[in-house]
T-cell receptor, first 115, second 113 residues
């Protein structure tokens, strides 16, 4: 099975712009979660989608949003970019996200640099 | 709220020696614990998990972890380290109610040849 894929892998934007990142989960996985990784804050949960619905959201401002399509692919959007948004954005998928025993499998990430 | 602590930012070990990467957790209810590894410019790779059952969990690439409920610890171990094990290791706990993984701050493991 192909793993989780994320596009693009690298992105450079300037402050005030917006950006959209894409994630394709493992085939058959319906739950997609997004995480932000920075040297200062570590790995932080952004949100989780299942069946095109956001089920859970972390403690991030409303500039961070996402959506999921009927084929389980997910996108996240960051509007009005700030320097502090520079990070590695990781997507993870799991079968349903319902069970504590499920493993989340991560993609390679999108590295966003905001200038 | 759940939390994970990895008390060591950096662990150095000689190749062929055993390695231990420490993790302690705090969670209400039963703990569901995971270890992931991250190589430079890569995403996280799953190593192993503890859900229930045996306290010694075996995972990928020869890694294992020991769950200790009384000490609320879930230390990652490997009997004989390889240079290729050098990477950033994350411990995480899954909260069923929040449906999210909470990660520790990570431990950089360096295996010296």
């Amino acid at each position: 099975k192909a793993g989780v894929t994320q596009t693009p892998r690298y992105l450079i934007k300037t402050r005030g712009q917006q950006v959209t990142l894409s994630c394709s989960p493992i085939s058959g996985h319906r739950s997609v979660s997004w995480y932000q990784q920075t040297p200062g804050q570590g790995l932080q949960f952004l949100f989780e989608y299942f069946s095109e619905t956001q089920r859970n959201k972390g403690n991030f401002p409303g500039r961070f949003s996402g959506r999921q399509f009927s084929n389980s692919r997910s996108e996240m959007n960051v509007s009005t970019l700030e320097l502090g948004d520079s990070a590695l954005y990781l997507c993870a998928s799991s079968h349903s996200g319902q069970g504590f025993q499920e493993t989340q499998y991560f993609g390679p990430g999108t590295r966003l640099l905001v200038l | 709220a759940q939390s994970v602590a990895q008390p060591e930012d950096q662990v150095n070990v000689a190749e062929g020696n055993p390695l231990t990467v420490k993790c302690t957790y705090s969670v209400s209810g039963n703990p569901y614990l995971f270890w992931y590894v991250q190589y430079p410019n890569r995403g996280l790779q799953f190593l192993l998990k503890y859900i229930t059952g045996d306290n010694l969990v075996k995972g990928s690439y020869g890694f294992e972890a020991e769950f200790n409920k009384s000490q609320t610890s879930f230390h990652l171990k490997k009997p004989s380290a390889l240079v290729s094990d050098s990477a950033l290791y994350f411990c995480a706990v899954f909260s069923g109610s929040a449906r999210q993984l909470t990660f520790g701050s990570g431990t950089q493991l360096t295996v010296l040849p």
